[in-house]
């Protein structure tokens, strides 16, 4: 039997304002009231909790809770009565149900993927300052219309559920730039036969070190064995993350094809040995770095980058340039790519040059449907926030204006009236 009190005290003292424990707790540990004045972090995932006691309300200053990997099967009620809390994390639990007001009042960060919840609850339109939310791989089948209040929703996952149907609203509202909903019975079904790709044995394949991981897979340096020319090697995780089913971004690559401003694509991986799914890509050269990182829990939804990371007007009109023309042929495809980010930008530290990666949020529709114009949209308010982004960080000068005009017009509340990707490669070629 595990002996919290001491346990939690040898690795925390009191004053702690984070405290992060998997010790296989099925009850919560009471011992961490001690920290109740302080504490502004918990994450207790990868235990066996089912409940949180009444007096959880006790931690005024907790922020940010993270359950995932535990045993609820219903959302805790008591968390609406933290009067702190802006996000929380429940993914890969068994929640089926959701009672009406349990979000907390000011959350902006809401994460249940993985679970087996159908319905949410009207509430959720109350949730004013909600920026964030994370539904993918569940089985809801319809977003209850309240959710059109929710007018500083940035980032929404809904992918791998049961939607019926996507609501006229939720393309309208005027924050959203970061959409995943591949997956859904309303998704378009792509016709895979009429897609030309080379397919590579593994055997032919030397895999190296590991070059980075997504949400939807583990990319790693290879080379082919009879050429000796280096390639990267995506290799899916299988599983629903959060955003979506891998075998959507698989397919939606494999749909795209190949673009100079689109990380190369050079075929399918056939045979491996645990019956995995892959792509190999070219392997791009160290003059290319990754743009940004990834938001941190204060940005929520924006991208953070290194300290003193500075660039010219003339870098970031080439990285600008070779996105919108990326994300302009994705369009052309039928793809919205989902998240379209600093942190999914490789670029030439020299010239600015860059490519477009990471596919795991794409969605696919058809370019004749009523929603097609308002899909690319969305990217373009998230290509927006990425000017912004290179705005704070660009050195100063007359250029720096101009930039704020083409971001601006990315913004535009009424999602039609923003300029398609066409439109600003003109403007930025201007």
């Known amino acids: 039997m595990i002996d919290a009190s001491s346990l939690i005290t040898e690795k925390f003292p009191i004053g702690s304002k984070k405290i992060t424990l998997s010790e296989g707790f099925s009850?919560?540990?009471?011992?961490?009231?001690k920290y109740k004045e302080t504490l502004e972090i918990l994450d207790l995932s990868k235990n066996n909790l089912s409940y949180l006691p009444d007096n959880f309300t006790e931690f005024k200053k907790l922020k940010i809770v993270f359950f995932s990997e535990n045993n609820f099967e219903e959302f805790p009620s008591v968390?609406?009565?933290?009067?702190?809390?802006?996000?929380?994390?429940?993914?890969?639990?068994?929640?089926?149900?959701?009672?009406?007001?349990?979000?907390?009042k000011h959350l902006q960060w809401l994460i249940l993927t993985d679970n087996q919840i159908d319905l949410l609850p009207n509430s959720?339109?109350?949730?004013?300052?909600?920026?964030?939310?994370a539904l993918s791989g569940n089985k809801i089948s319809k977003l209850p219309t309240t959710m059109q209040h929710c007018t500083n929703l940035e980032l929404l996952r809904i992918s791998a559920n049961q939607l019926q149907e996507i609501p006229f609203w939720l393309v309208n509202l005027p924050k959203l730039s970061w959409l995943a909903i591949d997956g859904n019975p309303c998704s378009v079904k792509r016709d895979m036969s009429q897609v030309s790709i080379e397919f590579i044995d593994f055997k032919d394949l030397e895999i190296q070190n590991k070059i980075g991981e997504g949400a939807s897979g583990v990319i790693y340096k290879g080379v082919f064995t009879f050429t000796n020319e280096?390639?990267?090697?995506?290799?899916?995780?299988?599983?629903?993350?959060?955003?979506?089913?891998?075998?959507?971004?698989?397919?939606?690559?494999?749909?795209?094809?190949?673009?100079?401003?689109?990380?190369?694509?050079?075929?399918?991986?056939?045979?491996?040995?645990?019956?995995?799914?892959?792509?190999?890509?070219?392997?791009?050269?160290?003059e290319f770095s990754t743009l940004g990182l990834p938001p941190s829990f204060v940005t929520c939804t924006r991208d953070v980058f290194e300290n003193g990371q500075k660039l010219s007007s003339k870098q970031v009109f080439e990285i600008a340039l070779s996105i919108a023309k990326g994300a302009a042929f994705l369009h052309q495809q039928g793809v919205m790519h989902g998240d379209l980010y600093a942190h999914n930008t490789l670029f030439h530290k020299e010239s600015g040059f860059s490519y477009l990666g990471d596919f795991g949020a794409s969605t696919h529709y058809e370019k004749n449907n009523l929603f097609a114009s308002y899909f690319e949209r969305l990217d373009v308010r998230a290509f927006g926030c990425l000017i912004d982004d290179l705005i704070s960080i660009t050195i100063q000068d007359v250029s720096k204006n101009k930039f704020?005009?083409?971001?601006?017009?990315?913004?535009?509340?009424?999602?039609?009236?923003?300029?398609?990707?066409?439109?600003?490669i003109q403007k930025l070629e201007n």
């Not at 009850?27 to 009231?33: G, H």
């Not at 968390?79 to 907390?104: H, Q, W, Y």
């Not at 009424?414 to 600003?424: G, T």
């Open 27 to 33: 009850v919560f540990p009471k011992e961490l009231f």
């Open 230 to 286: 280096p390639v990267a090697v995506k290799i899916f995780k299988g599983d629903v993350t959060s955003d979506g089913y891998p075998i959507d971004e698989l397919e939606n690559c494999l749909i795209v094809g190949r673009h100079e401003h689109i990380v190369p694509l050079k075929g399918r991986i056939v045979n491996h040995p645990e019956g995995k799914e892959g792509v190999i890509m070219d392997f791009i050269p160290t």
């Open 124 to 133: 959720i339109g109350d949730c004013y300052l909600l920026q964030k939310c």
């Open 404 to 424: 704020t005009i083409i971001r601006d017009l990315c913004w535009n509340e009424n999602v039609f009236e923003r300029p398609s990707f066409k439109e600003l």
């Open 79 to 104: 968390l609406a009565e933290c009067p702190s809390l802006t996000m929380v994390g429940f993914k890969s639990n068994r929640i089926k149900s959701i009672p009406e007001n349990a979000f907390p």
